[in-house]
């Protein structure tokens, strides 16, 4: 069913041969509440907890293409969910540092990540809007809710050729790719729109 899943997605446009691998390799009914598992491997987004979703595997597919990754880069995900796309990431042997924000899914994803063996170099709980200035700068950054606005911190956190993938706006968003050309430079590119849920900021 994976290599089927793998197969539409190179109908859809995605050509990166790597990431079709991952695609067939991590078992994304195993990321999905059991209610669901039989639809696992169809090219839709499906409820987890808090509300939220397991993205459509166009979409990671599409994300994770545009991150140009290498092995050995250093990842930030905001947006852990269900792991699925964390575990895409690790699959393409990068550190993969993730955030979330609901702690229903913060604690029940970081289990899984533990029984499953993945390997994230951490799993943060808080607020992706502010990044991981600990950890930065990155080689990419994946943002994987809605933005109704690109957040700075973001930006700055990223190594001089590094790449920022984020939906940016509020009911539908258009899928932007910003590439740092230097200190100062930002080279920003729009592919297209998408649905996400919403990127929300903490009030605190
Ligand atoms: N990558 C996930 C997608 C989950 S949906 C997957 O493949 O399953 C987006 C996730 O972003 C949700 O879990 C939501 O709780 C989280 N999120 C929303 N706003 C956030 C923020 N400010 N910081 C961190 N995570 C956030």
Request: hydrophobic share 40%; no cysteine; proline share 5%.
């Amino acid at each position: 069913m994976r290599n089927q899943l793998a197969d539409l997605l190179i109908d859809k446009g995605i050509a990166d041969e790597r990431v079709l691998q991952a695609i067939r390799a991590v078992p994304r009914h195993l990321f999905m509440d059991s209610s669901f598992e039989g639809h696992a491997y169809q090219d839709k987004a499906f409820p987890i907890a808090a509300e939220q979703t397991i993205s459509q595997p166009y979409t990671v597919a599409f994300q994770t293409e545009l991150l140009q990754l290498k092995p050995n880069q250093k990842i930030l995900e905001i947006g852990t969910g269900s792991g699925y796309q964390t575990a895409i990431l690790l699959h393409l042997k990068t550190k993969v540092f993730t955030i979330e924000r609901q702690q229903e899914l913060f604690k029940k994803t970081s289990l899984f990540f533990k029984k499953m063996h993945y390997r994230p170099k951490k799993i943060v709980f808080g607020d992706g809007y502010k990044g991981l200035p600990s950890e930065a700068p990155f080689d990419g950054i994946l943002v994987t809710a809605g933005a109704p606005e690109v957040p700075k911190a973001l930006l700055g956190q990223l190594k001089v050729g590094g790449r920022l993938v984020i939906p940016v706006g509020s009911r539908e968003q258009i899928m932007t790719l910003f590439i740092r050309k230097s200190e100062k430079e930002f080279e920003k590119e729009e592919l297209g729109n998408f649905r996400f849920v919403p990127l929300l900021e903490n009030k605190n």
